[in-house]
């Protein structure tokens, strides 16, 4: 089963608006990250959280953490029509040296409508 | 600027054909890797690598087998493609000092009639 169960799977927003997105793990992580695919294309990795930090800013984006509830969330605010695009977390659990082996989640499709 | 390629964007093969994906990354990476991505399933992996000539296996590695000869060169065969392995084929690659930071290649749509 997925490590990372994203919440919503759709979401469609208007330009300007605040887009949330969801994010729960199963097992203990060393780290939690967000990227962003653009449709037909690669990853792009956007923020790393580690697990002992609570909250983590970067631009229009704001990661939380909640180790206690095994949930991340990623708020996007004052969202643009380039924001169109999945959203997708990813574990590092560790224990597996140093190859970075991550588990992704099946992300979160953000619509933004001009 | 961070680059990781693959060798096509579409491919369309014909079932039992022998095929080749094809990653290179300029990084000096030491980690690559190789997932597979489909609707409702999120990113998958198959294969990784976490130094030249050394491979383990990830979460879905049948029917697929890896080669890493060279540092920046990772490649993923299919010995004989069947029509379930028809998706988006996505190749990534990190560094042993910051391991868990994966940059992207493009991706590559394979179609197998």
């Known amino acids: 089963s997925q490590q990372g169960e994203e919440d919503p799977q759709a979401l469609s927003i208007q330009e300007g608006e605040n887009a949330t997105m969801n994010c729960s793990y199963k097992t203990s992580i060393n780290n939690l990250q967000w990227y962003r695919q653009n449709s037909g294309r690669g990853l792009v990795h956007l923020i790393l959280i580690r697990s002992n930090e609570r909250e983590k800013h970067s631009g229009r984006l704001r990661v939380t953490l909640d180790t206690s509830k095994k949930s991340s969330s990623l708020l996007i605010t004052a969202s643009r029509a380039a924001d169109t695009a999945s959203y997708f977390c990813?574990?590092?659990?560790?224990?597996?040296?140093?190859?970075?082996?991550?588990?992704f989640g099946q992300g979160t499709t953000l619509q933004v409508k001009p | 600027d961070v680059k990781v390629t693959q060798s096509s964007r579409y491919l369309v093969k014909r079932t039992g054909e022998k095929v080749f994906l094809e990653c290179v990354q300029d990084m000096d990476h030491e980690n690559m890797f190789w997932y597979r991505q489909d609707p409702g399933l999120g990113l998958r992996l198959i294969y990784f690598s976490y130094d030249v000539k050394m491979k383990e296996k990830g979460d879905i590695p049948e029917g697929y087998s890896v080669s890493r000869e060279k540092k920046e060169r990772f490649s993923l065969i299919l010995e004989s493609a069947s029509t379930n392995q028809t998706s988006m084929y996505l190749c990534?690659?990190?560094?042993?000092?910051?391991?868990?930071?994966?940059?992207f290649g493009p991706g590559t749509r394979l179609t197998v009639t």
């Open positions: 990534a690659s990190s560094s042993w000092t910051v391991p868990y930071e994966q940059y």
């Open positions: 990813a574990t590092d659990v560790g224990g597996s040296g140093n190859t970075g082996k991550l588990i």
